[in-house]
């Protein structure tokens, strides 16, 4: 990715993708980036949702609120 | 859910339906998903409270500040 | 509760109602919903504090700050 | 207290009298309430500090911060 | 102190006075109010700061966040 | 470095180049700095991750939300 | 110092110089205070890190989120 993209541009990029979205408490969610939007909020499809490395839950969609969001990377 | 809608459109979407709310202290709300405005503020009807998983208490309403919001599902 | 109320309707309509508030630390309040504000400032006549259940304190009128509350209840 | 007050006419309704300012802490403040803004930054006058009910500290007057405040009663 | 002041003229009263800073995290800080902005910054001078009563450092001057603070008193 | 830079003008001088990036919660991540915005999220590439200075994931890219940022120093 | 600055004017006043930098973890950061802006962001250059009075890590120049600062200090 080498070209420069500034950090909304690159969470737009990544719509439709993979993706592990990191929570400040240490949960991990992994599905589809359906959409995100200023404020961080998040929702993802076919959502599992992973405590300390453990599978916990799984969703058919989650909305996950922005500021408890730490990172957000491809899977 | 292929279509694309943002966050916000995701929530208007599921009004009426039974969701899961998670807490960042990791209390949890299953009820029907009356309303919510921009703050996350959600009003949950025939709410159900859990605590690790234990049914703690039930409200004929509740009304959730959205700053203490996690997550929201479909349950 | 059918109708269809956004989230602050919700709360007026419940003024002069006995409530239960409970704040972010687990502490709880019961008491009449007195006045309630945008910032969620919370205003409880004849006001019981509950600490894990058990009774700790009572107050003729008490003043909740909005930025504790997780969520308030119709007791 | 049966007539409406909204939380700001509540708090200054009771200038000049003794309360009790809680904050998230768990901090107790006793003195007579000097003055208030709408950051509910707070002067007392006549202050006396409690730690877990045990009296800690008295000064003339105290600051207390608003964005520490849990609750406000009358004492 | 029976005049009545608003909580930032009360602070503004008590420049060059000593004064004790204590902190959320419960550290405090001893001397002269220096000066103090909207945002509570303070500066204090020839600071003194305990930890549970302990004076673990000294400094000529400190420039104090406001967000951090608790209260301010006169020393 | 003895020219004068205001702490922006810093960040945008090291984009390109290995960053380390601490967040409160003391997870680091170490890559190139790809872009950055004003609220301090952070595009890294070829990201790994380390707790406690253990490495505990790569990443391609990786997205990392402002409000948990607690330094940024060059690699 | 007797001259009376606001402490923004402080902390311009004292750039260059060395300053300890502690964040609300208990980590401080001793350094050239290179720069500050209106949100804390400190730049410091010929950095170290102590963490509980023994020095952790050096850095040639850091980047501080200014939410995370609690005071700064001529060194």
């Not at 992994?30 to 909020?41: A, K, V």
């Not at 076919?46 to 058919?60: I, P, Q, R, V």
């Amino acid at each position: 990715m080498s070209e420069k993209f500034d950090p909304s541009a690159f969470l737009s990029k990544i719509i439709g993708q993979p993706v592990i979205v990191k929570l400040s408490s240490g949960l991990e969610f992994h599905g589809d980036l359906q959409s995100i939007d200023g404020f961080m909020n998040v929702v993802l499809e076919d959502t599992k949702e992973y405590n300390k490395g453990k599978l916990t839950k799984t969703y058919a969609d989650a909305f996950i609120r922005g500021n408890n969001v730490m990172y957000i990377s491809q899977a």
